[in-house]
């Protein structure tokens, strides 16, 4: 028995159908595969980017820390050379007043009876 023409037709436009549907399913599946790949690599990067991150600030805090003693340190380094300077300028002072005295004392020696 055959069919129709028109039967036939149908038939055939039913088969291509059915299998642009497998075809598609098929790709489907492909695609919902690949798309979980790049979810987990997504994730993966996420975490990476997040560890990153933690890194940099604690490298940041750990050249804030740096610095901040550094500048402790020039503080400490600027008062020496003023401490020196008045060491000097004491030591001097204390020269010339003894000096002084010195000398007082001499004349006051030399000129009593």
Known sequence: MSECPRHEDLSRRIIKVEDAWVYQ???????????????????????ELKSLIIAVAELKQQLKDGLNELRSEIALLKLVPAKRWETVITTIITALVSGGIGVGIALLVSHSP
Not at 28 to 45: F, G, P, Q, S, Y
Request: net charge negative; charged share 40%; no cysteine.
């Open 25 to 47: 399913t098929e790709e489907n599946a492909k695609l919902w595969k690949a798309l979980n790949v790049i979810r987990e690599e997504k994730a993966t990067d996420v975490g």
